[in-house]
Structure formats: structure tokens, C-alpha cells
């Protein structure tokens, strides 16, 4: 599944997320990298360096946009003005499509600046759909939903969260950003099997896929993006790889930031399972 309508029929490889400590480093020597993914909000400005960087950015490499606030599962539907900023944003980097989270973070205008779980009822499938419905309609490019990772449960679910997932996708018709360190957090701070999750997956709707690493504390583990990317993560990656094919591939590391090649280094090891996919699609 290398290319996908979810993805505009792309296929993009192996990136790493833009992140200041590289600005120089990138900008003075150009390092080989297949794309970079930037999280919208950091851009959605009218002027300054952040744009000007960007937009050096964008004359070598190709981007795309990551979100971390539209909240598509908040009941008071989405912020328009966010939308006009995202939208402007999405017409200067030509990103092929556009990601974010599904989960809520606001309530009245009030903003929680948190990536906060769902309850996993009917109720909230139908308010994530008619936002991501209405998203899609304006942006005018693919937008797909990331699983977040969890550390707490609602007792008013009534289905698992791939359910949830498949639900939503299915209905909204959009795709997804499976993120395989998102599963592997919740799934050892909830007991389920993240097999299960990956293989409940629609696969035809993935479009991308997140890596990254965490920390683990006496009782559960956090999605902290600031380590390397644990042997389990790996092994669930490939099942996610064998499963959906080469398909786009994004290590976030976000803090205790190490140098690019370090980075780009961890990010790289993904190719191998790429390749071996290409391979085996090829062969078929």
C-alpha cells in the first residue's frame, strides 16, 4: 500500500520531523532525507523566521503537516479560523496530505493544548466524523487520524479502540496515521494485545506511520519522543509493514534532542523494512 488516495497517491519514505536544534545543520549542508514532517501550528503565522525558514525549507526537500489542535473529537466542533490558518499553511508547503489526532482538547473556546483520549461510545464516532467531514470538505486535501497513546480508560466505552478507529475512518472516509509507538504505550498501560490493534487496522486506509520511543515508569509507560525506538516498537512496525506494505515512515523525537545524524540514523533503520516490502510486492 505505498500509494494511496489517503496519501495523494505518494510514496515518500523515510522522514524525520523539522525541528529548530537542525535549522543550521540542515540549511548549511543539506543532508540526504526523503521529506520532513512540521507541526502546522508552529507555522501558522504571518511573517517572521519560522516562515522564512520554512520556506528555505521547502526550496530542497519535501514537507508535510502534522497537527496537534484541531481536536476532531471536541463537541464544539471545529475553530474556523484555525482551519483559514491551516489551510493557507497547506497551500504554501503543497503537502499532499495533512495529519492530526483523534482526540478532543477543548471545551467553549477554552483550550486544554493537550492531545486528550476519547471515550469510545457512538456518540463521540458521529462528533469525529462530522469533524473530520467538515475538515476534509475545506482543507481540500486528504486529512488522516492519528491514534494517540492513553493513560486513562472511560467506563462509558462500548468498543476497543481499533473498533473506534475503524469506525470512524470508515464513516468519515479518510485514512489513517498509525502511529506503532502510540499502540505499544496503550497497550501495556490498558493490558491489550497490540497485535490485535495492528491487525484490526483497515489497511487500505493507512497513509503514514510514526515511530518513536518512550520511557517506562514503575506502573506505565509515556510516549516522551526521547529515546530510541525500542526492539517491541520495531517488531510491531513490522507487522504493521507486512501487513500494509512500504509505506510512509516518520520518526518523531521531541525532546532531549540528539544531532541530525543521530536522528536520521535511528529513523534509517525503518528502510530495511521498507525494502523488504518493496521486495516482496514486487515479487507477488
Not at 500509494?3 to 495523494?8: C, D, K, L, W
Not at 489526532?101 to 486528550?116: A, K
Not at 536522528?263 to 516482496?280: D, G, I, P, W, Y
Amino acid at each position: 500500500m505505498p500509494a494511496n488516495r489517503f496519501n495523494g497517491f505518494t510514496n515518500y519514505g523515510v522522514g524525520i520531523g523539522l525541528r529548530v536544534p537542525h535549522y543550521r545543520h540542515i540549511l548549511e549542508t543539506r543532508p540526504a532525507a526523503d521529506w520532513f514532517e512540521i507541526i502546522s501550528e508552529n507555522y501558522m503565522i504571518d511573517g517572521g523566521r519560522p516562515l522564512a525558514i520554512l520556506d528555505s525549507i521547502l526550496e530542497h526537500y519535501k514537507v508535510v503537516q502534522h497537527g496537534v489542535s484541531l481536536y476532531l473529537g471536541s463537541t464544539d466542533g471545529l475553530n474556523q479560523d484555525h482551519l483559514r490558518r491551516l489551510k493557507a499553511l497547506i497551500k504554501r508547503t503543497g503537502t499532499p496530505w495533512v495529519s492530526d489526532h483523534l482526540c478532543w482538547g477543548s471545551v467553549d473556546g477554552r483550550y486544554s493544548h493537550d492531545l486528550l483520549p476519547l471515550p469510545y461510545t457512538w456518540e463521540a464516532v458521529e462528533i469525529c466524523v462530522a469533524n473530520i467531514k467538515c475538515a476534509q470538505d475545506f482543507l481540500e486535501v486528504p486529512l488522516i487520524v492519528e491514534n494517540v497513546s492513553s493513560y486513562a480508560e472511560f467506563s462509558d466505552s462500548v468498543m476497543t479502540e481499533w473498533e473506534f478507529l475503524s469506525e470512524i475512518v470508515e464513516r468519515a472516509d479518510c485514512g489513517i496515521l498509525i502511529d506503532v509507538n502510540n499502540v505499544y504505550v496503550s497497550s501495556r498501560n490498558h493490558e491489550f494485545d497490540p497485535s490485535l490493534y495492528v491487525d484490526s487496522v483497515p489497511t487500505e486506509r493507512v497513509a503514514q506511520i510514526h515511530i518513536a520511543g518512550h520511557s517506562n515508569y514503575d506502573n506505565y509507560i509515556l510516549d516522551t519522543h526521547d529515546h530510541p525506538v525500542v526492539n517491541d516498537v520495531w517488531r510491531l512496525y513490522s507487522r504493521v509493514i507486512d501487513r500494509v506494505g512500504p509505506t510512509a515512515t516518520l520518526l518523531e523525537w521531541d525532546d532531549r534532542i540528539p544531532s541530525f545524524d543521530e536522528v536520521m540514523t535511528e529513523a534509517l533503520k525503518s528502510r530495511s523494512f521498507l525494502e523488504q516490502a518493496t521486495c516482496c510486492e514486487a515479487a507477488s
